[in-house]
């Protein structure tokens, strides 16, 4: 059974960067049928889609609103995909969830989610 | 990039109430969409994709129709589990995207 799981530090201060890990059991991360993401939800907010990354096709996409500042990246030796997010601010705080879909398909396998809060 | 607009935002219900939420994209998708139900403090959980295609283990009293622009998911006889908030996302192409959600609260 498919299964990830986030982890990283649940507080960055402004203008420092934010990095996250998933680790994926269950399934290899280069498989060429599952991709990858990331999804933020703002305390009591609604989905916001940040990121995805498909290795099997050395694909990655970024959301408008931060990919200026998003880097997705995939370490097949762990079976791991990460986000790094530079110069965050108060408005990157939320529920941080990786995710894996389908192409063309919604996420059907997530993480329990971890709460970053950006305060100094 | 495709915007989803899904109504209403809040919707109170009573137990064996027929539910109906709509989503509409700012551009045709085919019957490229997700329905997912989230409980507080748990990830979303994908209900039906291709518009219409019930996922294992749902029960079958969650349906979604359309294609195109709108969409809607129905919930046929409303149970206590199904409290939660609903959201429709669009995976026809970057960046995907999210309707606003809709929050099924007891009446």
């Known amino acids: 059974q498919l299964q990830l799981q986030e982890s990283g530090p649940g507080l960055v201060k402004p203008s420092e960067t934010l990095s996250l890990t998933c680790s994926v059991s269950?399934?290899?991360?280069?498989?060429?049928?599952?991709?990858w993401g990331w999804v933020r939800q703002p305390p009591g907010k609604g989905l916001e889609w940040v990121g995805n990354?498909?290795?099997?096709?050395?694909?990655?996409y970024y959301s408008p609103s931060v990919q200026n500042r998003l880097t997705i990246s995939v370490d097949t030796s762990k079976n791991q995909f990460s986000l790094m997010l530079m110069s965050v601010t108060a408005a990157d705080s939320a529920v941080y969830y990786c995710?894996?879909?389908?192409?063309?398909?919604?996420?059907?396998?997530w993480g329990q989610g971890i709460l970053v809060t950006v305060s100094s | 990039d495709i915007q989803l607009t899904q109504s209403p935002s809040f919707l109170s219900a009573s137990v064996g109430d027929r539910v109906t939420i709509t989503c509409r994209a700012s551009q045709a998708i085919s019957n490229y969409l997700g329905w997912y139900q989230q409980k507080p403090g748990q990830p979303p959980k994908v209900l039906i994709s291709a518009a219409s295609s019930l996922q294992s283990g749902v029960p079958p009293r969650f349906s979604g129709s359309g294609s195109g622009t709108e969409f809607t998911l129905t919930i046929s006889s409303l149970q206590p589990e199904d409290f939660a908030t609903y959201f429709c996302q669009q995976v026809k192409s970057f960046p995907l995207t999210y309707g606003g959600g809709t929050k099924v609260e007891i009446k």
């Open positions: 995710a894996r879909h389908i192409a063309y398909t919604p996420f059907d396998s």
């Open positions: 990354i498909y290795y099997y096709g050395r694909s990655v």
């Open positions: 269950g399934d290899s991360i280069s498989t060429s049928r599952s991709h």
